[in-house]
C-alpha cells in the first residue's frame, strides 16, 4: 500500500541515469575537442598569417622554392606544377572575373 520501496528504487534508478547522461556528454565533449583540434590550429594560423607584413608575404614565395629545390632536388610533378602554377593561377581568376556580375554605372 506504501509505495516507499518503489520510490526508492526510482530514486536510485534516477541516480545511476544522471552519473550515465553525465559520463556521456564527458565523453562528447572529450570528442568534440579532439575533432576541433585541427580547425583551431588553422584558425590561429590565419590570424598569424594576417599579421604578418605584405612584404614577409612576398619572401615566402622564394623561401619556399629553396626549401623545395633542397628537400626535394629532381621530383619532376613539382617541377611542372611549379612552371605551370602561374598560367593556371591567373586562369582561374579570369574564369572567376567571368563569373561575377557585371558592375552598372552609377547613375
Known amino acids: 500500500m ?3 520501496g518503489e520510490l526508492n528504487e526510482l530514486a536510485v534508478y ?4 544522471r552519473r550515465r547522461i553525465t559520463r556521456r556528454r564527458e565523453d562528447c565533449v572529450a570528442a568534440a575537442a579532439g575533432a576541433l583540434r585541427p580547425i583551431a590550429w588553422l584558425d590561429r594560423a590565419i590570424v598569424f ?4 607584413s605584405p612584404l614577409a ?3 615566402v614565395i ?14 619532376g610533378f613539382f617541377d611542372k606544377l611549379l612552371r605551370w602554377a602561374p598560367m ?10 567571368l563569373n561575377r556580375p557585371a558592375r552598372t554605372p552609377a547613375g
Open 88 to 97: 593556371i593561377f591567373t586562369a582561374g581568376r579570369a574564369f572567376a572575373a
Open 14 to 17: 534516477k541516480a545511476i541515469l
Open 62 to 75: 622564394p623561401v619556399g622554392l629553396l626549401l623545395k629545390r633542397v628537400l626535394f632536388p629532381r621530383v
Open 49 to 52: 598569417w594576417r599579421q604578418i
Open 2 to 4: 506504501y509505495p516507499d
Open 57 to 59: 608575404k612576398l619572401a
